[in-house]
C-alpha cells in the first residue's frame, strides 16, 4: 500500500516563479489532491534498461509482440509524444534509454490520472511487454504507470544538453540527466582509477590513506589552504601532497604503498588546474627512478589499451601514442635543442637574457638551476606532444630528490608529459637525513620570498633518522589521465563539481 500523499498546504513559493516551474508545481498539488502519492518511497524489481535491451533488441522482428517477456523499468521522462488515447516516450535511466508505448485506456484509473499530469523530466516508473514497433524500434508496451518523482524545474530546452558552459559546471546534474556523452566521461573516470587500482594491486601494493588535515604542509611547492582547530587551538593546513607521510610508511617497513587521495593547493585555477584534485602517489622501496620509469609507462600504456582499446588515442584532434618506450629528455637537453643555447657552456647572463628572450618576467639573474628550469618550461615543454620522460632536473628545485649519481648539479627526477601537459613526477627519493636536513634548511631560509618553499617538517625528518631504504617515488595527477583519455580540454570537464567562484 503507498504512503501519505503528503500535504498540499504549506508549500514555499515565489510570486514571481517562472510560468514553467508554475505550471509543474499546479500539477504537483493536483496529483496530491488525487490522493496520489507525487514521492512514494520504492520502486521494486527494478530492471536495467540496458539490459532488457541487449537481452531482445535483436531477436525481435518490427511489429512483434513478446507479451511473456514483462519488465519494471523506472528512469526520467526526457521526450513525450501524445496522440489521443496512445502515446509514446523516452524512457532513460543511467545505462541508457529505450521508447515506452502508452494506451491511456488499458491503464488502471489511478495509472491515467498520473499519466495526465506527468511532465518532462519526471521519474517514473512503468510495467510492461517488449515489442518492435512497425518501424523497427524496440521499445516496452507499458501496462501500468506510475510517478516516482514530481519534478519542478523544467529540463534544459530542446534537449540537446545544457548549452552554457556556466551552467554546465554550476549545475552538473542538469548536464549528467541531458548529456550521455558527459555520463560516459564521468564512467570512464571511475574506470581508470580501477584500473589504477588493479595494476598496483596485482603488483603487490597496498593502498594507505594519510592525514587529509596536516600540522605541517610539504611534498610539493605549493601554497596551502589553512583552517584552524578549535579544541587544539591550532593551525593546520589542507594536505598539498601525500609524500611525506608515505614516506614514513616505507620508514615504518611497508615496502610497497600508494593512495589516491584528494589534494587541495592555493593556485590559480586554469585548463588543467583546479584548487581541488585527485592524485595517485605510489612508493616503492629498493627502486630507484629509472625502474619508476618502466613502471610508469606500463601503467599508463595499459590504462590507455584497457580504457580505449588501443595504445594510441587522439587528443584535441592530435595522435598521441603511449606505446613503451617512450622518450627520454634531459632538462639540460631540452634547453639546448629548444633554447638553442647550451648549458653546460653558457653563462647565467646569456641564460637570463635567453629567458627574457623567450618571455620570461624576471628582472635579475635568479639561481643558475631554477633560471635553466624556467627556459626549459618557456621553450621545451611546448614541443612535448608525444610522451616524453623529462628528466635530471636542477638540485636547487628538487629538495626531496637524491642527488644524480653522475652529476651533482642535478637530481634523479623525471616529469612525464604528453599532450604539452604535465602529468605526473618521481624522484629517487632522498633518504640521507644529513642531505635532507640541510636542503630544508635552505627551503626555509627562502620562505621570506618564496611562499611555495617548504616548510621544515622535523616530524618527517626523524623518520628519514630512522632510516628509509631505497626508495622510488611517483606522482600522478589522476584528472589529467582522464582528460588524454577521453578527449576533454578542460579539466573543468572531468570533475563532477570543479571550484568555482560564488554568484549572487
Known sequence: MEGPAGPVTGVIMSINENPLRAEKRKKLHALREKGINPYPYVFENKAKISEVT?????????????????????????????????????????????????????????????????????????????????????????????????????????????????????????????????????????KIIKEVRRFLDDRGFMEVETPTLQPVYGGAAATPFTTHHKALDMKLYM?????????????????????????????????????????????????????????????????????????????????????????????????????GIDPDKATDQEIFQAIRKNGGDIDEPGKRGEMIMELFELTAEQHLVQPTFVMDHPVEISPLTKIHRRDSRLVERFEPFAACMEIGNAYSELNDPEDQLARLKEQEANRAKD????????????????????????????????????????????IFFPTMRITK
Do not use: C
Open 54 to 190: 541487449a537481452e531482445h533488441a535483436a531477436t525481435l522482428q518490427a511489429g512483434e509482440k513478446k507479451p511473456e517477456f514483462t519488465y519494471r523499468i523506472a528512469g526520467r521522462l526526457m521526450t513525450l509524444r501524445m496522440m489521443g488515447k496512445a502515446s509514446f516516450f523516452n524512457l532513460q535511466d543511467q545505462t541508457g534509454s529505450v521508447q515506452v508505448y502508452v494506451k491511456t485506456e488499458e491503464l488502471s484509473e489511478q495509472d491515467r490520472m498520473a499519466f495526465e499530469l506527468v511532465d518532462l523530466g519526471d521519474i517514473v516508473g512503468i510495467e510492461g511487454f517488449v515489442f518492435k514497433s512497425q518501424k523497427g524500434e524496440f521499445s516496452i508496451y507499458a501496462k501500468s504507470f506510475q510517478i516516482l518523482t514530481k519534478t519542478i524545474e523544467p529540463l534544459p530546452e530542446k534537449f540537446h544538453g545544457v548549452q552554457d558552459i556556466e551552467i554546465k559546471y554550476r549545475h552538473r546534474h542538469l548536464d549528467l540527466m541531458t548529456d550521455a556523452d558527459s555520463r560516459k566521461v564521468f564512467e570512464t573516470r571511475s
Open 239 to 339: 594536505r598539498i601532497s601525500p609524500e611525506l607521510y608515505l614516506k614514513r610508511l616505507i620508514v615504518g617497513g611497508f615496502e610497497k604503498v600508494y593512495e589516491i587521495s584528494k589534494n587541495f593547493r592555493n593556485e590559480g585555477i586554469d585548463r588543467t588546474h583546479n584548487p581541488e584534485f585527485a592524485l595517485l602517489e605510489f612508493y616503492e622501496a629498493y627502486t630507484d627512478y629509472n625502474y619508476q620509469m618502466k613502471q610508469f609507462e606500463e601503467l599508463i600504456s595499459s590504462l590507455a589499451l584497457k580504457i580505449t582499446g588501443s595504445m594510441k588515442v587522439t587528443y584535441q584532434g592530435k595522435e598521441i601514442d603511449f606505446t613503451p618506450p617512450w622518450r627520454r629528455l634531459t632538462v639540460h637537453e631540452g634547453v639546448k635543442e629548444y633554447a
Open 451 to 494: 611562499e611555495e618553499a617548504h616548510p621544515m617538517d622535523e616530524d618527517f625528518l626523524l623518520a628519514i633518522d630512522a632510516g628509509m631504504p631505497p626508495t622510488g617515488g611517483v606522482g600522478i595527477g589522476i584528472e589529467r589521465i582522464v582528460m588524454l583519455l577521453t578527449d576533454r580540454p578542460s579539466i573543468r570537464d572531468i
